[in-house]
């Protein structure tokens, strides 16, 4: 069952839907209340919009201690201020509101949302490698950001001693401050995000957590885990290549297999069924390729080792296939995941070949022309899986479709 009880408050509408959305992606119903709402916890955890984003400061504090008159802060586990990822609205006045309710031991901001370029560096907020107050987002016709020096904006409502975690803080032992009780933490990736929750958890304090949809995720996979999602890739598409380099970004970890090598002789699979087993027995969401699909010009090498061999085009093609697909089989008798994704027409055959698989019952659509299955017959009956012809789909379909695969179903 749910390891714990959530209180998220955010400011906006859609705020408190996209970080309400991380539990239901883990089976729970969620529901997002309005301030002059009742606030009954009909469920688990409890969203709380206080649509307070473009008020003023002291009004937007008062309308967050009326928020918080009917509820017990004292049942939940968590308790998390979402916040703008480019810190519009009142960042500072909502947080000194809510930790006077609260009583927090420990505030620990970290407003980063990585897979969209929003990050945190040396205590400042920037989007794509330019601070927050160099982007249009300043100029915001309603209200646009002032400030993005964290330690300036907080420092404009708490007098005490606010400190700043950089990267490189992070990468040391024993590296959170202990004088302090304003933590702000530099991130500009989803494991640097893991590393500080995990490190805050640890000091056993009454934290308030500052963050975006993508901290409150962070929270969630750490207190309950959920089974990796595995990718298996054997299109040499050029939009698959961009795909597979975006799922990278985004934190998945790619096995890329030299075809070359293992037709030459040169190598055999085995330490690259080694490699994707131990990153997905940490949890972590793994790509199988060929490495002809991350850099196309490994195709040329497979096809020199090729005629070396006197195959055909289609011999290699069936090559790679089978390959894959045998070495897909003997990861997943190995290790649990939560589904599989597939692109390359062929290798989508050669693994569900692999697998003893005899067909598939559609689900859903995720994406356009990108369906939901699952696997009918084999070892691997009812497995989710999601697959994708190799020259279709956004540049983050395979991100989109790995984070898919993980969402539970409603319990």
């Known amino acids: 069952m749910y390891g714990g009880k959530y209180l998220i408050i955010a400011d906006d509408f859609t705020g408190a839907n996209d970080t309400g959305v991380q539990l239901k992606r883990r089976g729970y119903a969620t529901e997002v209340v309005f301030v002059k709402q009742r606030k009954q916890l009909n469920h688990e955890s409890l969203v709380i919009d206080t649509e307070s984003r473009y008020?003023?400061?002291e009004k937007a504090a008062e309308v967050m201690r009326q928020a918080l008159e009917e509820v017990d802060l004292n049942v939940f586990t968590y308790i998390i201020k979402k916040v703008d990822s480019t810190l519009r609205g009142n960042i500072a006045e909502e947080i000194r509101a809510l930790d006077r309710i609260y009583g927090s031991e420990l505030i620990a901001v970290a407003p980063s949302?990585?897979?969209l370029g929003r990050?945190?560096?040396g205590g400042i907020q920037k989007l794509n490698g330019r601070?927050?107050?160099q982007t249009e987002i300043a100029g915001d016709l309603k209200r646009g950001v002032e400030e993005d020096n964290l330690a300036v904006l907080l420092g404009r409502v708490y007098e005490e001693n606010i400190s700043l975690v950089t990267a490189g803080?992070?990468?040391k032992k024993n590296w959170l401050p202990e004088s302090s009780r304003i933590c702000i933490f530099d991130s500009s990736t989803n494991d640097q995000l893991k590393q500080i929750v995990r490190e805050v958890k640890r000091t056993e304090r009454k934290v308030l957590w500052v963050g975006t949809s993508a901290l409150a995720d962070t929270i969630m996979e750490l207190e309950q885990k959920t089974l990796p999602a595995m990718g298996i890739v054997g299109s040499v598409s050029s939009v698959t290549s961009q795909q597979v380099k975006a799922a990278e970004r985004s934190g998945a970890y790619l096995v890329k297999v030299p075809m070359h090598q293992l037709i030459a002789g040169e190598k055999d699979g085995e330490c690259y069924i080694e490699e994707a087993l131990e990153y997905l027995k940490e949890?972590?969401?793994t790509i199988l390729l060929s490495s002809s699909s991350y850099d196309r010009g490994e195709l040329e090498l497979a096809e020199a080792a090729g005629r070396e061999r006197g195959w055909s085009s289609c011999r290699l093609g069936e090559y790679v296939q089978e390959t894959l697909g045998a070495m897909t089989d003997r990861i997943l008798r190995q290790v649990k995941v939560c589904g599989i994704f597939v692109t390359g027409g062929d290798t989508a055959i050669g693994v569900l070949k692999s697998i003893s698989a005899s067909g598939s019952d559609i689900q859903s659509e995720i994406m356009f022309g990108i369906p939901m299955v699952?696997?009918?017959g084999g070892r691997l009956n009812g497995m989710k899986a999601i697959t994708k012809a190799g020259a279709f789909g956004s540049e983050d379909a395979i991100k989109f479709a790995l984070r898919k695969l993980r969402e539970r179903e409603g319990e």
């Open 55 to 57: 008020l003023e400061g």
């Open 113 to 115: 949302l990585p897979d």
């Open 119 to 121: 990050v945190t560096e």
């Open 131 to 133: 601070r927050i107050t």
């Open 169 to 171: 803080d992070i990468k």
């Open 283 to 285: 949890g972590r969401d």
């Open 374 to 376: 699952k696997i009918i």
